[in-house]
T-cell receptor, first 113, second 112 residues
Framework: QKEVEQDPGPLSVPEGAIVSLNCTYSNSAFQYFMWYRQYSRKGPELLMYTYSSGNKEDGRFTAQVDKSSKYISLFIRDSQPSDSATYLCAMSKTSGNTGKLIFGQGTTLQVKP | EPEVTQTPSHQVTQMGQEVILRCVPISNHLYFYWYRQILGQKVEFLVSFYNNEISEKSEIFDDQFSVERPDGSNFTLKIRSTKLEDSAMYFC??????????FGQGTRLTVV
């Protein structure tokens, strides 16, 4: 079983839709959970950073962590064409300063005008 | 806004040659990382570096790889004898105490 699983998509939605992106993981030692956005041939850009279970909201983005189910989600409200990118989940057993990040495969999102 | 800077953006090298990829982390960060992403595959951890030594490395980071912080600002990744399968995007990242990791824009390495 892979440590982090993420459906690669592609996921295509109309502008204004609510997007739900998800990852599952197998290692219960993961404590820190991140979502990165990556445009083609560019570096990952941090969107959300959460610790343990719960919700975190930042503008149109909401991150959810359910440690009991080993399941994390990213919701994008009022999606825009500029949100079209690959979204990577990443997780760590320790805080970002000393731990390595384990990434999911990434989900490619296309938001159509 | 502070950012991680990587040079060059694209490097083409012949198989067997040595390459050095360069990174300037965010200035007050203490922890430094290299990751790679083979085309179409996931981002993979290579190595983490703190206090002038490697703190963790992956199975990918074998004897052909080395890292160095030569002058207090640059952070380099050296591949001694490149192989075709080393072709990938290489990302440098840095983080401060109790902060998340920020990534550079990457160096695309093509081994021919």
């Amino acid at each position: 079983q892979k440590e982090v699983e993420q459906d690669p998509g592609p996921l295509s939605v109309p502008e204004g839709a609510i997007v739900s992106l998800n990852c599952t993981y197998s290692n219960s030692a993961f404590q820190y959970f991140m979502w990165y956005r990556q445009y083609s041939r560019k570096g990952p850009e941090l969107l959300m950073y959460t610790y343990s279970s719960g919700n975190k909201e930042d503008g149109r983005f909401t991150a959810q962590v359910d440690k009991s189910s080993k399941y994390i989600s990213l919701f994008i409200r009022d999606s825009q064409p500029s949100d079209s990118a690959t979204y990577l989940c990443a997780m760590s057993k320790t805080s970002g300063n000393t731990g390595k990040l384990i990434f999911g495969q990434g989900t490619t999102l296309q938001v159509k005008p | 806004e502070p950012e991680v800077t990587q040079t060059p953006s694209h490097q083409v090298t012949q198989m067997g040659q040595e390459v050095i990829l360069r990174c300037v982390p965010i200035s007050n960060h203490l922890y430094f990382y290299w990751y790679r992403q083979i085309l179409g595959q996931k981002v993979e951890f290579l190595v983490s570096f703190y206090n002038n030594e490697i703190s963790e490395k992956s199975e990918i980071f074998d004897d052909q790889f080395s890292v160095e912080r030569p002058d207090g600002s640059n952070f380099t990744l050296k591949i001694r004898s490149t192989k075709l399968e080393d072709s990938a995007m290489y990302f440098c990242a840095s983080s401060g105490a109790n902060t998340e990791a920020f990534f550079g824009q990457g160096t695309r390495l093509t081994v021919v």
